[in-house]
């Protein structure tokens, strides 16, 4: 079954990208390059400047993820650099990839063993980090479906009418801010872990649990942030508009399993956007794919290939003096040093 799984789900996420990548040619028909060209020239370099700063904040945040989960784990031996390395390199290749066995997993084990970390605790590292994105994610889309319940109404014809219904959208966000508060709850009064079926709920430290609800948010501010920082000040709804969009459009791509969510995150953003000129809200989505996407991920290849040479660099170093033959003893076994110096008298070589 599970190989009948890997299968599909590549297949789920390719066909998610050609639907999506149809349906957004359609919405942008008309529209030429030049017109997006001149919608990234005329965002002022400040904007350039506070989408940079708020990619900082995103990547710092997840860097923070890595961290609250070796707290958790008992951890603190590991210096803050050495986390925000793996942290980014992780998260620039999964956000690109797609695929979270491989630079969730995989890159993190690689990393985090050398530092002395066994399978099991790395495996509880990654599950704790993922249970912080998604933390984050129902908080503040808890927060803004409860605040601006009709802002799904912009997503009418690509979501279910029960969901972009305002009524029903602030009693979705309501539930969702039950739930942090159910969690927020269960770590203050440490109560035992809560299982449903095979999801099972452990309730952290409550300074564990307090990073969290600190962290968490603050990396999906700083991703909606650059969107926010780029689209231009006609027609732009505020920044809790673009955050509820942006929320509804990541999430989207999430569930496509379409590798960075190609096509489907774009497809939901512009529809949502209707007050905007296309051109602009397409370069912004350039400028949120170049900041948060395509740079990190070209430096993380680098950091990926350069800590796997000096890693084989250093175990190339090691492998002489491990192969070495042991020094000859300077007398033989069972013999004294005189008698020895006698024997190579009457047998000189």
Known sequence: MKKISEFIWPLVGLAAVVVSGYLLYRELAGISIAEIKGSLFAIPLHHFLLAALSTLVAYAALAWYDRIALLHLGVRHISWFFVSVCSFTTYALSHNIGASVFSGAVVRYRAYTAKGLSAAQVAVLVALCSFTFGLGTILLGGFVLTVLPGTLTRLNGILPAVLTDPATARVLGVGLLAFVALYVAGSLLRLKPLTIRSFKLEYPRPAIMGRQ?????????????????????????????????????????????????????????????????????????????????????????????????????SALRRQPAAEAPPEPPLTAPGLDARELERRMEKHPA
């Not at 609800?213 to 920082?229: C, H």
């Not at 912004?284 to 000096?310: G, H, K, T």
Request: proline residues 7%; glycine residues 6%; charged residues 10%.
């Open 213 to 313: 609800l600190v962290a968490a948010p603050l990396e999906l501010l700083g991703a909606a942030g650059i969107i926010y920082f780029a689209l231009p000040e006609a027609g732009n709804p505020g920044f809790l508009v673009v955050l509820a969009v942006f929320l509804a459009s990541f999430s989207a791509a999430l569930v496509s399993n379409a590798p960075g969510g190609l096509g489907v995150f774009e497809l939901v953003f512009v529809v949502a956007m209707p007050d905007i000129d296309r051109p602009a809200v397409i370069a912004a989505l350039l400028v949120f794919r170049l900041f948060y996407f395509w740079l990190p991920f070209l430096i993380s290849v680098v950091v990926v290939l350069l800590y796997e040479r000096n890693r084989l660099a």
